[in-house]
């Protein structure tokens, strides 16, 4: 069984500080990862897409990959209360299909 | 440019009866993805519609399936209903069939129709 697995959470962070969220994936023919964003009553919103190993940054946002020891990681520096949140983690293998975590959710308080 | 639509908004019904959720994809879009999420199970994978024909289907019972019209909006039908089918159902949108490629765009979520079975 191909899973995603996500700290529940919540985690809770100052604000100003960095957020690290992490995931970690069982099917070694994952390629393709994503962070999505989940306000409570909200759809799922795109966040960061990465597919290398090493980091990409997009503002704020830093996604990590490390396919060697299956992880996934997701940085927000900087946090600000707005940013509070579910992050689902997703990755895709030879089936294309992205297989969710279940989320961690993340608290940042002023 | 529109985003993913889904009606209705939230539903309920009654156990044993059937329900019908639509969804219209991003105009141009021919990819349409179905999810189920639940507290507990997060979100799970049902189906996805490309070019009228499913292309991948999830581990659901056969109370589920779902149809993609020429246009590319796609509907999903439950029938006989269950207490635990109570979840959002989501549909998410994206330009390529997945047995293609994972777009690097990924998927558009639509709002989602919040289905609770009394």
């Known amino acids: 069984q191909k899973e995603v697995e996500q700290n529940s959470g919540p985690l809770s962070v100052p604000e100003g500080a960095i957020a690290s969220l992490n995931c970690t994936y069982s099917?070694?023919?994952?390629?393709?990862f994503f962070w999505y964003r989940q306000y409570s009553g909200k759809s799922p919103e795109l966040i960061m897409f990465?597919?290398?190993?090493g980091d990409k940054e997009d503002g704020r946002f830093t996604a990590q990959l490390n396919k060697a020891s299956q992880y996934v990681s997701l940085l927000i520096r900087d946090s600000q209360p707005s940013d509070s949140a579910t992050y689902l983690c997703?990755?895709?293998?030879?089936?294309?299909?992205?297989?969710f975590g279940r989320g961690t959710s993340l608290i940042v308080h002023p | 440019k529109a985003g993913v639509t889904q009606t209705p908004r939230y539903l309920i019904k009654t156990r044993g009866q059937q329900v019908t959720l639509s969804c219209s994809p991003i105009?141009?879009?021919?990819?349409v993805s179905w999810y189920q999420q639940t507290p507990g199970q997060g979100l799970q994978f049902l189906f996805e519609?490309?070019?009228?024909?499913?292309?991948n289907k999830g581990n659901f019972p056969g109370r589920f399936s779902g149809r993609q019209f020429s246009n590319s909006r796609s509907e999903m039908n439950v029938s006989t209903l269950e207490l635990g089918d109570s979840a959002l159902y989501l549909c998410?949108?994206?330009?390529?069939?997945?047995?293609?490629?994972?777009?690097?765009?990924?998927?558009?979520f639509g709002s989602g129709t919040r289905l609770t079975v009394v």
């Open positions: 997703a990755g895709s293998g030879g089936s294309y299909i992205p297989t």
């Open positions: 990465i597919y290398s190993n």
């Open positions: 099917d070694r023919g994952s390629q393709s």
């Open positions: 105009s141009g879009h021919r990819s």
């Open positions: 519609y490309f070019s009228e024909t499913q292309r």
């Open positions: 998410a949108s994206s330009p390529t069939a997945l047995y293609y490629e994972t777009p690097s765009n990924g998927y558009t």
